[in-house]
């Protein structure tokens, strides 16, 4: 600060800067560290008034002094010499105006801030030609302010920066780069991390200060200045869509590598292997990624080298055998595209952009979408993220975690790692990896402090996190969060959990688990008597990561095309086998019964995919080798081909050849599903949750169950059903023992034969009512009259039809089974659902329903003389006119009552029908009454 700065105080201990006329020019208000105009000349003034605005200029006595000041300085000393010119624009224009004013000028008045910012710049340039005149043979610095930035980012936003201001700076360092052979040096304040590239453009040499306290202004991210050779800067180019799919988008990392930046990588890291593996990477994922080049255009070159060598693990490769692969490489990309892999690193940047954004539309992630119940019209962000490497030796190293096991939900950290790898090497399974908690002997501090982030994300986001993350010589960096994908049972045990843990609320809980979750609990498993036999045949093939629970059974096929066509087109059950999935495999897996791969862990692309869609999935079964070109899996003496059975188990991490019989699981065994259906209760019946009128008891939703035998209802009342919502009991007369008598009812020519075959069935029935009726007891049971057409339980028509042709053909005529299509052909109807069934079958053959309910109410009386308390509700179907109710309806409670008195004891009971036809709901105001 100058000598002679000194400002004037106020009482109220504010500081004051006047003009030389006396008037206020700029103020401190107290407590504060920053000047701002006052009493601003153009606060008030119009367009025109601009006319006769004249900005301060230098004044021959200041050039002079300036002249000769420099002159000395000069000549006399061995100083660089700097000379301060000002010339700001921005500035020059908020104090012209007041700051306020001018900013609401940028969006209000634009005309009057672009007439403004044009005169300050026109009167600088002419001072600045009159300030190299008198100083610039003599300096070699130049300096300039304008604040561009403020503490979180710029005063506006940089396009406006580029279409007002950036056009005059241009012209101002422009003039002294043409004049002289001086440095611009550029005083701006705050964060102007975002317009760096802009002001490099416009000629600025030096930037002052580097405010360390703002945003993005941190002296690591500036001197990593992009595309220095010296010190660069290596971004990663990656999605950010609005919902998580584990690998269906393309990332690419090392974007910034060249061959120039690559040396002085070498002589900054002292690392020339690191170095030539990123470089090799890049390479690799520019040509898959972004010029679409197929992996196996890269990875036979890189196996036919490893095998010349006689390596068997990229590990065992050194720096000159990473150079020549990147060589390679790069002829790859030549031989197929025409073109050399691009050497400028903003080149690499757009083309890695535009090559994620488009992998949104890709089939991978089009197919995961379609299966996950994602909208296509969401889009995708592309997010690029400064580059940190877990391949700088074995004090780095990467990783893939949940925060809990995503297999059963319990509460251990779970996951893989590499040592002195890179991201892909363990999303993508190429490398069989190290269980997490390994991490804990190998690099204890970096494990520990990365077990407190882990709880901390968890807490904070109040679910199961699926996280990543690199260690750069010895240094931990979280790379990304996100919620993990999770199997059912995880789900479940999850959201249990942490209610229990005060994380989340029962209504939370509740609505993190999906109608799916409680289907995949019942996923079949392995009988084990059967599973033990296949052991003790030597069907056992090979143990690997049990990555997905339950069992598959299935044909063994070894692409994803091959698996998804065979699966879709010919109907078959597909276990998928790879040697590692990939993103590009997702709709063979989506076909799948199973997946087997015989690398990667349990944090790879395959394991993830798999649970999230609850594929029983086996991974890094590496005691197995693939032959893609052959089609088959060895493990010793064991040989699968392609097309052949083969069983996975998920749950155990096995395979065998062959087909092993499998049995599904109890809901009984679900003891944290069971729970929260119990909090589902609970909440459902919550006073004021849902509005009713006051007559209408309700206990809020409930679910009942469709059950037409006494063990469907024992089971739905065992899962929380609240009541049977239909029994249909024409299901009951299929029964094998059944149907004969059902028949002979139906072909009955009297009323006396048909009841007497109806009483042989009056047994059966009231014993399944009476099973009902216990299970639900305290329930209601809605119980459906027989409903559909009677030729539905004969003989199908066609069959029977060329059966007696070809009877007749042969002279062998059976009378029975002429008269039987003889009646069968009688019951033909144009339309059966509108025909002779449901209440008008009842009118016609009223015997039917009247043993049916004699049946029903015989079996709620003796359950009601047991202790139990049936509800027995009487369905008449199909009803289309109340006529046809006040016809049937009378006869059946007559019945139900003569039961009750005949048995001696009472119990509620319902008769009513269901509303199926238009008729019916026109009339329903009828039928209600």
Not at 313 to 341: C, N, P, R, S, Y
Not at 478 to 504: F, H, W
Request: hydrophobic residues 40%.
């Amino acid at each position: 600060i100058s000598a002679d700065f000194e400002p004037e105080a106020t009482e109220t201990g504010d500081l004051l800067i006047r003009r030389p006329d006396g008037s206020i020019a700029q103020w401190m208000p107290a407590g504060t560290y920053h000047f701002l105009p006052k009493d601003a000349p153009l606060a008030d003034a119009a367009l025109e008034d601009l006319e006769t605005f004249e900005p301060r200029r230098i004044t021959d006595e200041e050039l002079d002094f300036l002249h000769r000041a420099a002159r000395r300085l000069h000549e006399e000393t061995d100083y660089a010499v700097f000379a301060w010119f000002g010339g700001s624009l921005i500035e020059g224009a908020q104090f012209a105006r007041g700051w306020v004013q001018f900013m609401r000028d940028l969006k209000a008045n634009p005309d009057f801030a672009a007439a403004l910012v044009e005169k300050l710049a026109q009167a600088a340039l002419a001072d600045l030609d009159r300030f190299l005149d008198a100083v610039g043979e003599y300096v070699h610095v130049v300096g300039f302010g304008d604040d561009l930035g403020m503490q979180h980012g710029l005063q506006f936003h940089p396009d406006l920066y580029r279409r007002l201001f950036k056009p005059y700076h241009r012209q101002l360092y422009g003039r002294v780069h043409e004049r002289t052979q001086a440095y611009v040096f550029l005083h701006t304040c705050g964060s102007v991390y975002d317009l760096i590239p802009d002001l490099i453009e416009a000629g600025v040499d030096i930037l002052n200060p580097v405010q360390t306290s703002a945003a993005k202004m941190e002296p690591e991210r500036l001197k990593r200045e992009f595309g220095d050779p010296d010190n660069p800067l290596l971004v990663s180019c990656r999605s950010g869509a609005k919902f998580s799919m584990p690998g269906m988008m393309d990332t690419v990392l090392n974007i910034g590598l060249n061959d120039e930046v690559a040396k002085g990588m070498v002589s900054l890291t002292g690392d020339e292997r690191f170095v030539y593996d990123a470089y090799r990477r890049l390479v690799q994922m520019f040509g898959t990624v972004v010029l679409d080049i197929d992996d196996e255009a890269f990875e036979h070159p890189l196996d036919a080298y490893k095998d010349e060598k006689g390596y068997k693990l990229d590990t065992e490769m050194t720096a000159a055998d990473w150079q020549a692969i990147t060589d390679i490489f790069k002829k790859v990309i030549k031989e197929h595209k025409g073109f050399d892999f691009p050497q400028d690193p903003y080149e690499q940047l757009k083309l890695a952009t535009e090559a994620v954004f488009r992998s949104w539309n890709g089939k991978r992630a089009i197919d995961y979408r379609n299966a996950a119940g994602i909208s296509h019209d969401l889009g995708t962000a592309v997010n690029i993220v400064t580059m940190v490497f877990g391949n700088m030796g074995n004090s780095s190293g990467t990783g893939v975690a949940f925060t809990r096991d995503p297999a059963t939900g319990e509460n251990v950290i779970y996951g893989d790692y590499l040592m002195n790898a890179q991201g892909e090497d363990v999303v993508a399974g190429i490398r069989n990896t190290k269980k997490i908690t390994e991490l804990a002997e190998e690099m204890p501090d970096a494990y520990k402090e990365f077990l407190d982030i882990c709880a901390k994300l968890e807490k904070h986001y109040r679910d199961m996190q699926d996280v990543e993350f690199t260690i750069e010589r010895g240094k931990l960096w979280m790379l990304q969060t996100r919620t993990g994908k999770r199997t059912a049972k995880a789900a479940v045990q999850i959201a249990v959990d942490m209610v229990k843990e005060g994380l989340i609320t029962k209504e939370e809980a509740i609505q993190r688990i999906e109608p799916e979750h409680v289907d995949t609990l019942l996923h079949p498993q392995f009988k084990p008597e059967a599973k033990q036999a296949a052991i003790e045949n030597h069907t056992f093939l090979v143990k690997g990561v049990n990555a997905s629970p339950g069992a598959a059974v299935g044909r063994a096929y070894f692409d994803a095309n091959t698996a998804e066509q065979k699966a879709k087109e010919e109907g078959q059950d597909v276990i998928m086998i790879r040697p590692f999935t990939k993103p590009d495999d997702v709709h063979g897996m989506l076909a799948a019964k199973g997946i087997l791969t015989t690398e990667g862990g349990a944090t790879s692309h395959a394991a993830v995919v798999a649970r999230q869609f609850g594929i029983p999935c086996v991974v890094g079964a590496s005691d197995a080798r693939i032959n893609l070109e052959n089609r088959t899996l060895t493990v010793g003496d064991l040989v699968l081909k392609e097309g052949d059975w083969v069983s996975v188990d998920g749950t155990t991490g096995e395979a065998f050849l062959g087909e092993i019989d499998s049995v599904s699981p109890s809901l009984e065994e679900q003891t944290e599903l069971l729970e929260l259906l119990t909090w589902a209760d609970e909440v459902s019946a919550q006073p004021g949750l849902r509005d009713f009128p006051d007559q209408w008891p309700t206990r809020g939703l409930q679910v009942w169950a469709n059950a037409d035998y006494p063990e469907d209802a024992r089971r739905a009342r065992s899962y929380g059903a609240q009541g049977i919502g239909l029994c249909r009991t024409e299901h009951m007369f299929f029964e094998p023992e059944r149907l004969p008598i059902v028949q002979r009812m139906i072909l009955a020519e009297t009323s006396a034969e048909r009841t007497a075959a109806l009483d042989e069935l009056l047994p059966y029935q009231r014993a399944d009512f009476d099973g009902l009726f216990e299970a639900m007891t305290g329930l209601p049971v809605i119980i459906r009259l027989i409903d559909p057409p009677l030729h539905e339980f004969m003989p199908d028509e066609q069959t029977l039809l060329e059966e007696v042709i070809e009877n007749r053909i042969k002279n062998a005529v059976d009378e029975d089974k002429e008269q039987l299509l003889a009646s069968i052909e009688a019951m033909h109807e144009s339309n059966p659902m509108m025909g002779l069934r449901g209440v008008r079958l009842s009118v016609v053959m009223p015997e039917i329903v009247e043993m049916q309910v004699r049946a029903i109410f015989e079996a709620a009386a003796d359950v009601k003389l047991r202790g139990l308390e049936p509800k027995p509700e009487v369905m008449i179907p199909l009803t289309g006119t109340v006529k046809e109710l006040e016809w049937v309806q009378p006869r059946l409670e007559r019945i139900a009552k003569t039961v009750m008195e005949e048995k001696n004891v009472e119990f509620e009971y319902k008769f009513g029908t269901m509303i199926e036809i238009p008729r019916a709901g026109l009339t329903a105001d009828q039928v209600a009454g």
